[in-house]
């Protein structure tokens, strides 16, 4: 829902401008035609509708109500999509740029608003990060094609691997090209993610220092993920979902932005119309969030339980930051222990951790030793997938540890990633084709969230555990397969 916001949000702010002219309300030093409206920069979107509300309230009470609903009728939301592109004729439907990691809840969101799945442009990725250069090259196509762009999504944690895009290249592309007449938002999807801010955050919301925060980890962040957080300030809109790594039940989803001026062109009511009609103190105005969302009411009571949270626990470093610092802690001896492991089943299989991870979630690919044919190898990964996943016939104690798994494929990984791990995975490329189970490669996906996997006290390590565990099951999977 939150994606679905950012779209719904970024739509009205870009053709509000269009309507402003379509109503010619005077005064307001509009851009000269519609391309030029359509394209402003969010923030100066955000600036002309500022200057049209104070435009409003200082006409009579009889004048103020007409403009207002001369302009309603020019917006798209009042038109729909099919009569506001008639009705302007020489502006595109803008496309949404996302990485191909992107989660399908992007797909879903513009079916909904009516902008067609075709519009949503899934840009290659390098390890599982958007490709900043392709980006750039698609904004350049778009400038001179005249191609409207609505949305640059960038993600903060993606589902299947844990990887984290990088945000400043996306701030640097949206103001780069801002300059050049080519005006979109950048929302960053940090479902997974977002909490994993709190790691940078002093108590009074500054940004720890690369250094500061690598005190307390081997490796973690990378520059490329500090550079990351550091750009999401700048960002217009982001994703958060407390039910991740906010450790909260279902039921609570952050909708977070910048500037939250233009969600009044989300409201149900007129409210943008003049000051008076709408608190504009943050918290009143939003307690009608109905107004502002795509449902109705709700229930209040995880928005509460995650309000609780955040007082009880504070979205810095050295309160909230200390769960997701164990799970990186914990990510990174998993990952070395991942790396051992790969050398001890060298005889029988082979291990792959295959991008390094951004944040704690780590993908492994193994194939038995010997075996060069992919179907092969993904039946073994399944095998052994089917002892890490719940068993509805059995009590969940049956079983020593759970993990999911989930898929490569070569048209989102690209030829070069491709022959990359095929090789260090010593499958045979010709393998590789349209057959059942040949189209993608089956891999063991762990998310690391629970806190606690290295009991230091009782000088346990359940990833040690784990380990020893996928060792036995490896040799015995892998000699059934030879
Ligand atoms: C990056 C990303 N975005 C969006 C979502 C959607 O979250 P939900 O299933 O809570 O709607 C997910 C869920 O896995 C996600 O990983």
Known sequence: MANYQALRLAL????FPVALRAAKVPDLELP??????????????????????????????GERGCWQQRVQQ????????????????TLRVPRVLAPITAHYSWSKGMKLLGLGRAQLALLP?????????????????????????LL??????????????????????RDRHAATGLGFAVHVDAAWGGYLATIFRNEDGSLRSLATVRESFQSFPSPAVHAAVAALGQTDSITVDPHKLGYLP????AFICRDQRAMALLSEEADYVFHGATPKDYLSRYRNLGQYIPEGSKSGAMAAAVYVTHKVLPLDHRQFGQLPRQTILNTEAFHLRALRFAHEVADNAH???????????????LNPRGNRDIARMNAFVRALHDELRCDPTLPLQFKEFFGSMTTLRPDTLGAGET??????????????????????????????????????????????????????????HAAATS
Request: hydrophobic share 45%; glycine share 6%.
């Open 12 to 15: 009205a702010l870009k053709a």
């Open 419 to 476: 022959a990359r791990i095929l090789e260090a995975l010593d499958i045979d490329p010709a393998s590789l084709g349209a057959g059942e189970d040949r189209d993608r490669l089956v891999i063991l996906r762990h998310t690391l969230m629970n806190p606690y996997l290295i009991d230091r006290e009782n000088d346990i390590s359940y990833i040690d555990r784990y380990f020893e565990f996928l060792t036995r099951r490896v040799r015995v």
């Open 351 to 365: 291990a792959l951790v295959p991008f390094a991870p951004d944040s704690n979630l780590v993908c492994l690919a």
């Open 152 to 173: 640059a999504v960038g993600v903060f944690g993606t589902t299947e691997y844990g990887t984290i895009d990088a945000i400043d290249g996306l701030v640097a592309a």
């Open 125 to 149: 990725q390098r390890e599982m990060r958007i490709d900043i250069d392709a980006l750039d090259a698609e904004l350049q196509r778009c400038r001179d094609t005249q191609q409207p762009v």
């Open 32 to 61: 000269d035609d519609d391309v030029a409206a359509f394209n402003l920069a969010p923030a100066d979107a955000i600036a002309l509708l500022e200057r049209w509300q104070d435009w409003l309230s200082a006409q009579t009470n």
């Open 250 to 253: 279902y039921g609570a989803g």
């Open 74 to 89: 020019q917006r798209l939301e009042h038109l729909g999509l099919a009569a506001f592109f008639v009705q302007h004729d």
